[in-house]
């Protein structure tokens, strides 16, 4: 039933260590996006796909990359990870139409030590 | 630029009460609103969608109201349960940068007391 996973729920890494989140659906949907979220906070959209057109938030930095190797998976890639880079992370889904429901995975806990 | 804000950030209830949370948001050309309910270091759940043309919706317990014009809406929840607490989010869907977006507010973060 399961229609946005995200994997691993929990990554620890160490302070500029490469890591990558993974994100998959089977919904079929046109979109998918990336968002960081830290503690009380809202979630922060870093970028999207629509299909495989990439767009990038103008204050995401450097540090973050994203592919999509297909309709159903989506990577975020933090090339050097720094303490303020520990967050929750989601993953989210939408056909791309006007007025339809954004879907979110469960997330992936980042700690970096 | 479109901001988001819910009142209260925190809210603390007896079992039993029912209770709402506030949303506002500075810009109306927004096509659909959601709440979503966010647990202790898990992802978001869809509670209930809201179309722009729409002023309410309900689901169970949980009613939501839109007020486009005024940039408002309102989760009515009756009958609050210990299993309610959660922080309860609100975003609002629009058009930016050549894309549709959500804008999020931070929440309100509800504990009900049993």
């Known amino acids: 039933d399961a229609m946005v996973i995200q994997n691993p729920r929990y990554q620890v890494t160490q302070f500029g260590k490469p890591v990558t989140l993974s994100c998959s659906q089977t919904?079929?949907?046109?979109?998918m996006y990336w968002y960081q979220q830290k503690s009380s906070q809202a979630p922060k959209l870093l970028f999207h796909?629509?299909?495989?057109?990439?767009?990038n938030e103008a204050d995401t930095p450097d540090n973050f990359q994203s592919r999509r190797p297909n309709t159903s998976f989506c990577f975020l890639d933090i090339r050097s990870p720094g303490l303020g880079d520990a967050a929750m992370y989601l993953c989210a889904t939408d056909d791309g139409q006007t007025h339809n429901e954004q879907f979110f995975g469960p997330g992936t806990r980042l700690t970096v030590l | 630029k479109q901001e988001v804000t819910q009142i209260p950030a925190a809210l603390s209830v007896p079992e039993g009460e029912n209770l709402v949370l506030n949303c506002s948001f500075t810009?109306?050309?927004?096509?659909?609103l959601q709440w979503f309910r966010q647990d202790p270091g898990k992802g978001l759940t869809s509670l209930l969608l809201i179309q722009s043309s729409q002023r309410e919706q309900t689901s169970g317990r949980l009613n939501a109201s839109l007020d486009k014009s005024s940039g408002r809406s309102t989760l009515y929840i009756a009958a609050s349960q210990p299993g309610d607490s959660a922080t309860y989010l609100c975003a609002v869907r629009l058009w930016m940068d050549s894309s549709y977006k959500l804008i999020f507010g931070s929440g309100t973060r509800l504990l009900v007391r049993p």
């Open positions: 796909y629509y299909d495989k057109d990439f767009n």
């Open positions: 810009d109306s050309a927004i096509y659909n």
């Open positions: 919904l079929n949907h046109n979109v």
